[in-house]
């Protein structure tokens, strides 16, 4: 890690938000879901599906919950009424799953069931490991009744997923795969990156294998290549899995992906809560950083 790279990773958490928020805005749609929509227009003009996200996490009221849930139901009839080709993700600390976990569960219980009759979908994102056996749970209570509308993400850096995909393997399952975004202790998650990318690849032939539809949520272009031969060595139709990538993120991988004919979903994000979602990738990925002072002083940069 470059010296540059190194002092980003250690001090965001310590930047003023307007100096993130330079730096992160082409991650971001916008503050509020008109922007997610006119993003996602965009991104279906250009042969691309999407997933919104409305930014929170981690709330500390019911209140909050309600407010989240309230933008979840809206951003699923927002997307109805304009017609657009995206579904909804959420996360489960944003509906209350830290205050008590029935109550989360009812939360995205009623946004699942407003999905299913919009014959829409909502991805039931990952958060860090102490969420996991609660996520996994309310996928599994969920799975049978919604089936198609409902799905869930796993990450290739913890040690427990491949047997995860094992145990959920006995209904339908609908995974988003990736490697991981938390900084979690090295008990629960592998740390070096060669074992999380082998972990990817093997997750991955599991899930196949047991017939999952899987968003492959990757930039990284070793796993896209393993993921191909794979998708070849299963003989899988377009319509049997997809690609996902984050908005703003590495924009000629991104066409290449639909040049070669594959399904692409992109994730768009948006809302007011845009600080911690952008310190934590400027953390995971200081080269985002980089790219973006390159960019002001008008360099040439490689995209990151
Ligand atoms: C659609 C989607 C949904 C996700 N949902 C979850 C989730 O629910 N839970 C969870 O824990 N994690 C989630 N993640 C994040 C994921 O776990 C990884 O942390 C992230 O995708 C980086 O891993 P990578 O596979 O792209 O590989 P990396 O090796 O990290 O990145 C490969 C290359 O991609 C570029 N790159 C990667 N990330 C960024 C970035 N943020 N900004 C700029 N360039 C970048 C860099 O050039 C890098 O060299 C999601 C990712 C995607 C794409």
Redesign the pocket.
Known sequence: MSLFNFLVSKTIMHVPGPIVGFFAKG?IAGDDLSAAVKTTKDLNSKGMVA?IDILGEFIKTKEEAGFFKQQCLDILKGIDKEGLDANL?L?PTQLGLELDKAFAFENIREIVTLAASLNNFV?I????HPCTDDTLEFFRNLREEFEGHVGV?V?S?LRRTLDDIEALSDGPLNF?L?????NEPRKVAFKD?AII?RS?VKCLEKMFEKKAYV?I?????K?VFEADQLIRKFGLKREEYEY???L???PE?RDLLVEQGHKL???VPYGKKWLPYSRR?LK??P??AQ?ALRQMLGMKSK??
Do not use: W
């Open positions: 991650y997933t993700s996360k991805r994102d990952m958060e860090d993400v990450q850096y988003r990736c490697k991981g975004i938390y990156m990318n990817f968003g949520a990757t930039h990284d272009e796993l996902q990538m984050l703003g993120v590495d991988l979903r992109i994730y990738r995971e990925n080269s985002i790219h995209s990151v």
